[in-house]
Structure formats: C-alpha cells, structure tokens
C-alpha cells in the first residue's frame, strides 16, 4: 500500500522556486544603492555606503580592445574593484560588443584616486584615437 500524499506532485519544485525568487528579490533589495560615472570625469563624490561604477564604454574584445586598473583605490576609501562587463549585441555572436566598467564599494571617508590603461592590441595608448582619454585618472572623495 502507498503512503498517502500530503501535497499535489511538483508542489515541493513550485515551493522551491518560490525560495529561490524570494532569496533573489531580498539581495537584491539589500545591495546599497550606486553612483554611476564616465571614465572621463576628472573627480567624483559618494556618500560612504554607496557604489560608485566608473563606465569605460563599449569595448570588442576581438579586434583587441581591453581596459585595465592601473592605478588601484585606497583600501581603507574604496573596496577593491569588481569588473563588470555586459553583453550589448547577440550574446556570444563573434565581434558583439560589451560595456565594460568597474564596480567600487565606498567603505569609508576619505579621497583616493583611481586610474585606468586603454590598449588596443596588446599596446598601451591610443594611436587610431578609438577613445576619449586612453589614460584617465578619477579622484574620488567618500563623505560621511
């Protein structure tokens, strides 16, 4: 003789992918709010608490553009950096595109600066003038 069944068969896989929304919807809920800015600005302030996002623009990673952190934040001003990048054509089609930036928590008051290299094929620099500033240098002030 079977048991008897206490819930409707997929009620657990149901029940489970609720958990799963829920979970995502309170992080997400709970991440602090951001600061986005362009590469190109020369000075930026955050509220401590917040993330500032430094947006490097579109980058194809298959005709050799590439952005890196040359000049990395105070630890005790900014946590350190998460890059970010997202598709911005057909995902995973050859040549598409991403938008590249680099995410920084800001931990505490304080003034640091943050730099970046462009390079195109390995070089560093700009010589077919590809982007605004191939070397751009933010400072960044943390309030209370």
Known sequence: MRPARTTRPGADRVLGCAAVVAL???????SPPS???SATVDEVMVPA????V????EITTSVGDDWRLTTAPDPAVLAEGEVRAETVGD???T????RLSYAFDAVAPGTTTIGFTYSYRGEDGDPHGRVEDPEPTIVVTVTD
């Open 24 to 30: 995502a919807v309170a992080l997400t809920a709970c």
């Open 35 to 37: 600061t986005s800015v």
């Open 49 to 52: 608490g917040q993330t500032i």
């Open 54 to 57: 430094i947006d490097l623009g």
């Open 91 to 93: 995902d995973g089609a």
């Open 95 to 98: 040549g598409t595109p991403t």
